[in-house]
T-cell receptor, first 114, second 112 residues
């Protein structure tokens, strides 16, 4: 069955420190992978996406993610976290065929210490 | 450009009542979806549509109905609300389904 696992429910980092949020997926075909961010009381905003090609993808707000097929992972990284990055982050996987379905992970809440 | 508009933003229902959550998009997107968000469970797909007149079930469709008579609108109907349907509901749309979705700001529903 298709699934997405975000092993860390809650992460706290100091402002200026580096960040890595983990995402593992289970999918039978070539996946389309996404990271979304949700600020409190808001909808979800797309940070970045991976379809094919270069396995390191750049997104908005200084985020990047690396696709590792051998590890079924798509971890999100940022070299220096800002207080405004505090939010909930969701990894999602979509189908290779055009059905439009996205499956989301449980989410990781990021807290940033001053 | 309004994007994806959901109404209402907040709603309290009594058990057994019915209601429709509205979702409209002005981007001429073919793909639309409804998700519910519950603490610790991420977003779960309720129903989705790949175009006007075409809908299908997601992971948690029970207790919800949808229809898609126009490209712009994708309402979600609760026929007989239950406390288990207390949640935050998000509508999303996409031009192709695989290039990421645009999300509405959500409807917070409480069933008492």
């Amino acid at each position: 069955a298709q699934s997405v696992t975000q092993p860390d429910i809650h992460i706290t980092v100091s402002e200026g420190a580096s960040l890595e949020l983990r995402c593992n997926y289970s999918y039978g075909a070539t996946p389309y992978l996404f990271w979304y961010v949700q600020s409190p009381g808001q909808g979800l905003q797309l940070l970045l996406k991976y379809f094919s090609g270069d396995t390191l993808v750049q997104g908005i707000k200084g985020f990047e993610a690396e696709f590792k097929r051998s590890q079924s992972s798509f971890n999100l990284r940022k070299p220096s976290v800002h207080w405004s990055d505090a939010a909930e982050y969701f990894c999602a996987v979509g189908p290779a065929s055009n059905t439009g379905k996205l499956i989301f992970g449980q989410g990781t809440t990021l807290q940033v210490k001053p | 450009n309004a994007g994806v508009t959901q109404t209402p933003k907040f709603q309290v229902l009594k058990t057994g009542q019915s209601m429709t959550l509205q979702c409209a998009q002005d981007m001429n997107h073919e793909y639309m979806s409804w998700y519910r968000q519950d603490p610790g469970m991420g977003l779960r797909l309720i129903h989705y549509s790949v175009g006007a007149g075409i809908t299908d079930q997601g992971e948690v469709p029970n207790g919800y109905n949808v229809s898609r008579s126009t490209t712009e609108d994708f309402p979600l109907r609760l026929l007989s609300a239950a406390p288990s349907q207390t949640s935050v509901y998000f509508c999303a749309s996409s031009s192709t389904g695989i290039y990421g979705y645009t999300f509405g700001s959500g409807t917070r529903l409480t069933v008492v």
